[in-house]
């Protein structure tokens, strides 16, 4: 499936101000990027650097007055998204070394405090991917998925108490309850074709099997059409932008993710 | 200066649990490991990593039982920490890219929280050192340091709210304050010579000045002595030991440094 | 300074055939890619992964037939290049462990055995950048510059033998000289905006003064214009494709750099 | 099998030499490293840093007269050398990224210059782990190994000429007759137990069957006993040590390896 999917976004800066943006879609095992363009008004110095986790993040300081960014990018992903029903629990001794980050909590994932209840929801489940597909599912029944009702990541405790949140909650509570049975789980930041209400989204991904499966409790059953920007442990790695002295939000954010070919 | 590190934990073991421990310092800019020792009882195998901060990791999985670690190292460290008061504050922009994740939130330092404290706190200092120095001085007045105090790592803003804490603690409110200002800085855990009671012990590093500085809240000064084991955003990533499945904690954990030559 | 390269690739293949490629150009301190297209033809699945060197590396197995690869980059680059006569020697042991890799000999640089004709070369010179400029005005005037003197790479003692080669070679002669002075350098691959005949282009940088400068004994003077798609020790490390099985050499190869703007 | 290794080595040094070393060996999935010792005479500032093959490296300056290295390292290893007779031969396509640069010509192993001889020694053999087999017993018949018959590298190339080498000569020649084939192959510095006459000493990984396997055309078969010290390219990456400025050798070198336990 080819897709072009693009984001625009216009920022009101009143002091100079430095960012950091991840708004390259890298090609990977999942999906190839043909092309792809990304420009910036005003134009100005940018510096690009792979972070910790292959991803490709953009530094620059942005001068006062409205500073907008405009990136598309026409991507090759998958007709389908891989599911593994069955596919097995991986000891914690057998995990690649690279992995092993995705087990520990962090900022928004706090999985240390998930234990009993993580225990709870998958009880009865096939240790693995099924684990993670009764979390999933337990999501889609217990937390209501509503783009907008947040507007600053909300950790997975918060979530929880709340029953409620935008695609990125819901894959941090996810992440938080994975990591907690020692499967290790990671969040992903992206575009979803069909999405609806149109706009960036947030999944995560549970390493069983020996491989990184998909999972999106926002949704009710895994489409094709999942485009990747970035990945890392939860929302703090994977900003789309970080801006650092006076916050800034986005006067004008628009998202397309349109079929070609 | 010479010191002999040691450091001996034992665990009593009911089902074979897999560890990720950490307790090989490195040499380093700062210290020099001249002779070592790392011996298991019983003797299993063990395989060593190195994780994305550049630490020594040992993955293992014990059997039941007891099961005991015993760790010595031979440190030639500085006559005295390095110290730079009114050394500038780097802005963002000028940061090197492997320094700019230790701007981010972490699990128990949620520096996006602090904002306003860490003005209060420091207003009136040159931007920097001299803001790090107000932040460890307000620690060391506003923060019970009283060893023992917390088993289990708790974050920077429950910290602030109990005004208590052990030598992590105060590192994790240290990091959290200094975030929040773009100062980017992480925790080290290792050895102090003539600690009291002696122990394990944490402490801080911030960035300013162009390089990384040594910080602790728990000592009324910075006297040399300090040997580094690990490096990280917080103690969710320095963990000298992470144990996976039923909690377990040390039944003896014996710590000793000694001035040697 | 805005430029539009391009390079079209075609390839006849006999055998199912696995390629590594490298022709996506990154974005770093000295360029910005601001649009990019990498098509294939036929159009086959692709995956990107980053090497040793940081650069963006594509791999895939083409079918038997014609292969093609179109590639095109608009990149913004300085109006100039950076030069610093006088900028001094970095003694060994203050460079960054990262340069360290590029004193040493390698595949087409036996930089071990130039250490007499260096000296000679540069006798006289200030310890440095200027050396290095001795160095590449030795180039200019003891080897031929032939572009299609050589189909694969020749290495520095050949290239001083034989005095011709081609970009690469002549570029290899000068990583070996500058090594052996214990000066680190390395091979870029690239376009140079108004290079006669236009086509792919290589050259190599050294590092003095704390950063990396460009040199390039193939040109009178050095005009801006350069963009890197890959760096590496020498030609082993960059090439533009690297195939595996029975060799392939193009069948088309056009190359454009265009300016815009 | 426990083993302690040991070197010392004794320079004369006539000007202040900047020196990077190689002596500490590494605990991995290989063989654990439980004790060790690293002493310098006299005792100069040290920093050590990890190289991009992994690689622990001392960074030292000299000063002017005798300087001496004094090592010693306790080792579990395994009680015998794994070897797996048919394990496949892994199509380039397949290989992990990190493995693909070891299918690359290098200073020392000019594979590309070996296609047909490579044919020839391996043909009627499976491809994979027997076809590395039968180059290495093609080395032992093909070229005398005598130990001290060369000071400094001698690439593949010439060692296949002269028909004699020293260990590191033979690797060298195993691993350009391997990539030529497009079978990954990287040189390994280190110890063996029993070697005679006692020395550090060189062998050769190939990867097959998806992971690394031990091979030593030196000895008539393949024995418990490996200690590795370090993993490279070829000899330009692992040098036990380099040093800048004049050469210098070892007025003294002196190596040992003991069973213990």
């Known amino acids: 499936m080819w897709l072009r999917a693009s984001c625009d976004l216009t920022f009101e800066i009143s002091v100079p101000t430095p960012f950091i943006l991840m708004l ?3 090609s990977g095992a999942q999906q190839w990027i043909s092309r792809e363009e990304y420009r910036l008004e ?3 110095p940018v510096y690009e650097f792979t972070d910790d986790y292959g991803n490709l993040c953009q ?3 942005s001068p006062p007055g409205l500073f907008s960014i405009h990136t598309v990018a026409d991507v090759m992903t998958a007709d389908y998204v891989d599911q593994a029903p069955g596919a097995p629990f991986v000891p914690v001794q ?4 690279g992995v092993l980050s995705y087990l520990l909590p962090s900022r928004y994932c706090e999985s240390e405090q998930f234990n009993q209840m993580a225990g709870e929801i998958t009880a009865g489940y096939a240790l693995g991917y099924d684990q993670v ?3 999933t599912e337990w999501l889609r029944t217990h937390i209501r998925y509503e783009p907008g009702s947040s507007d600053v990541p909300i950790s997975a405790v918060d979530t929880n108490l709340r029953q409620v949140g935008v695609c990125r909650d819901l894959a941090h509570l996810g992440i938080a309850l994975c990591r907690s049975l020692s499967i290790p789980a990671r969040l992903v930041v992206g575009y979803l074709h069909g999405l609806q209400p149109m706009d960036l989204h947030a999944w995560f991904e ?3 099997g020996d491989r990184w499966y998909t999972f999106d409790a926002t949704q009710s059953e895994l489409t094709a059409g999942y485009v990747a920007i970035g990945y890392g442990r939860d929302a703090a790695d994977v ?3 970080n801006q650092f ?3 800034v939000y986005p006067v004008n954010q628009y998202v397309q993710v349109q079929r070609i070919q």
Chains 1, 2, 3, 4 share one sequence.
Do not use: E, F, M
């Open 133 to 135: 597909t009764a979390i």
């Open 245 to 247: 002295g006076p916050s």
């Open 94 to 97: 057998n995990l690649p070394d």
């Open 206 to 208: 549970a390493y069983v």
């Open 59 to 61: 530094r620059l300081v």
């Open 239 to 241: 900003a789309v932008y």
């Open 42 to 44: 005003p134009s100005i």
């Open 24 to 26: 390259r879609p890298r």
